[in-house]
T-cell receptor, first 110, second 119 residues
Framework: LAKTTQPISMDSYEGQEVNITCSHNNIATNDYITWYQQFPSQGPRFIIQGYKTKVTNEVASLFIPADRKSSTLSLPRVSLSDTAVYYCLAYSGGYQKVTFGTGTKLQVIP | KAGVTQTPRYLIKTRGQQVTLSCSPISGHRSVSWYQQTPGQGLQFLFE???????NKGNFPGRFSGRQFSNSRSEMNVSTLELGDSALYLC??????????????????FGPGTRLTVT
């Protein structure tokens, strides 16, 4: 099971693009990279998932280099409501345990 | 479709008691996972059930147990409660197996959690 490392916290001003990088040096061939967002007293919410290169959806983009040892979640033009903890996971589901790291606490400043 | 539901939402128990928490997954989801979240330890995996069988287990003592019913609903039980068991207990459901093309295969849908306070 790949261990992930993320910055503990980040600050950003409203309207800016935020990039949160996650390191997963021992990622396995079958692992997918998945990001979740969590607000206080709520369960985590799925944001985006990818295997390699770039994935984009309506809320974020995920960049994964060819070696897959890291990934970057990009949030375009953040707003105050994006203040939350963001978790990066690398796992292949099925018979694997899903482990959340400590996450990155993003604080968006007006 | 309806999301993951957990009951009760809040619970206060005293040390030594036991507690049972319930989780109803999204219709069609066969995998249910349980997590404990505390400020100090973050989100920790407890166990996962798939088709009524425990498929994975985290590093928690035997006081923590669970089960899954034929309708995929799951319960989690904690016996002989300790103060350190105070936490937000989250349940997540997923397909548990490969989905159709375009599905996010390993996406978990979390419930709102049960806030357990042990006094």
């Amino acid at each position: 099971l790949a261990k992930t490392t993320q910055p503990i916290s980040m600050d950003s001003y409203e309207g800016q693009e935020v990039n949160i990088t996650c390191s997963h040096n021992n990622i396995a061939t079958n692992d997918y990279i998945t990001w979740y967002q969590q607000f206080p007293s709520q369960g985590p919410r799925f944001i985006i998932q990818g295997y390699k290169t770039k994935v984009t959806n309506e809320v974020a983009s995920l960049f994964i280099p060819a070696d897959r040892k890291s990934s970057t979640l990009s949030l375009p033009r953040v707003s105050l409501s994006d203040t939350a903890v963001y978790y990066c996971l690398a796992y292949s589901g099925g018979y694997q345990k899903v482990t959340f790291g400590t996450g990155t606490k993003l604080q968006v400043i007006p | 479709k309806a999301g993951v539901t957990q009951t009760p939402r809040y619970l206060i128990k005293t040390r030594g008691q036991q507690v049972t928490l319930s989780c109803s997954p999204i219709s069609g989801h066969r995998s249910v996972s349980w997590y404990q979240q505390t400020p100090g330890q973050g989100l920790q995996f407890l166990f996962e059930y798939f088709s009524e069988t425990q498929r994975n287990k985290g590093n928690f003592p035997g006081r923590f147990s669970g089960r899954q019913f034929s309708n995929s609903r799951s319960e989690m039980n904690v016996s002989t409660l300790e103060l350190g068991d105070s936490a937000l207990y989250l349940c997540a459901s997923s397909l548990g197996i490969g989905g159709t093309t375009g599905d996010n295969l390993y996406e978990q849908y979390f419930g709102p959690g049960t806030r357990l306070t042990v006094t």
